[in-house]
């Protein structure tokens, strides 16, 4: 199964990410993700066999302790583009307050989950919730504008846990199912 490590969003937030991605609704080449599985992915782990599921958990658990991060809020709210405003190929709204903690549970997971043997993630690490994808560049010029010249604010939520997910390809794209909780 196609798992990867996150922060889910609540339900409460999605009505503020899909007002963000109305304000990107007019730009062509956009496929947009669906505001109610928004998340800020920690860790993409690719193909996880069941049979290693507890041995994930393991290391997750230990990377949790690890981070010394007791439950938190964040806030989401910023816009931002990977890789760059020349050529982009996600849109994404950020975390504000929150990030910190965030990237020391992202940094936490990382050294547990390389050292049982998953590959170490080749970017720096930016907390962030996906809005939409850039298939083609028709509607770059728009994107651009919007990024630069809007900040909007989806909200403040509090952070508990991470979750283990798995993601399914459905019709309407990617479905997501919650494998196992880890406790802040």
Same mark, same amino acid.
Request: charged share 30%.
């Given at each position: 199964?196609?798992?990867?490590?996150?922060?889910?969003?609540?339900?409460?937030?999605?009505?503020?990410?899909?007002?963000?991605?109305?304000?990107?609704?007019?730009?062509?080449?956009?496929?947009?993700?669906?505001?109610?599985?928004?998340?800020?992915?920690?860790?993409?782990?690719?193909?996880?066999?069941?049979?290693?599921?507890?041995?994930?958990?393991?290391?997750?658990?230990?990377?949790?302790?690890?981070?010394?991060?007791?439950?938190?809020?964040?806030?989401?709210?910023?816009?931002?583009?990977?890789?760059?405003?020349?050529?982009?190929?996600?849109?994404?709204? &950020?975390?504000?307050?929150?990030?910190?903690?965030?990237?020391?549970?992202?940094?936490?997971?990382?050294?547990?989950?390389?050292?049982?043997?998953?590959?170490?993630?080749?970017?720096?690490?930016?907390?962030?919730?996906?809005?939409?994808?850039?298939?083609?560049?028709? &509607?770059?010029?728009?994107?651009?504008?919007?990024?630069?010249?809007?900040?909007?604010?989806?909200?403040?939520?509090?952070?508990?846990?991470?979750?283990?997910?798995?993601?399914?390809?459905?019709?309407?794209?990617?479905?997501?199912?919650?494998?196992?909780?880890?406790?802040?």
């Amino acid at each position: 199964m196609r798992c990867f490590l996150a922060v889910d969003l609540p339900d409460s937030l999605a009505a503020g990410v899909a007002a963000v991605q109305d304000r990107l609704s007019d730009a062509d080449g956009l496929r947009f993700t669906d505001p109610a599985g928004a998340h800020v992915t920690l860790k993409f782990l690719g193909e996880l066999p069941p049979d290693r599921v507890d041995e994930v958990g393991d290391a997750v658990e230990s990377a949790v302790d690890a981070a010394g991060v007791a439950p938190f809020d964040a806030s989401v709210g910023g816009l931002g583009v990977f890789p760059s405003l020349d050529y982009i190929r996600v849109v994404w709204v &950020g975390v504000d307050d929150g990030a910190a903690e965030l990237t020391r549970l992202h940094e936490a997971i990382e050294r547990e989950t390389t050292a049982i043997g998953f590959d170490p993630e080749g970017h720096d690490f930016t907390p962030h919730v996906t809005l939409a994808r850039m298939d083609d560049a028709r &509607g770059k010029d728009l994107v651009r504008r919007v990024v630069e010249d809007e900040s909007p604010t989806v909200g403040t939520f509090r952070v508990r846990e991470v979750r283990l997910k798995k993601s399914e390809r459905g019709p309407d794209g990617p479905e997501y199912e919650t494998v196992t909780r880890f406790s802040l």
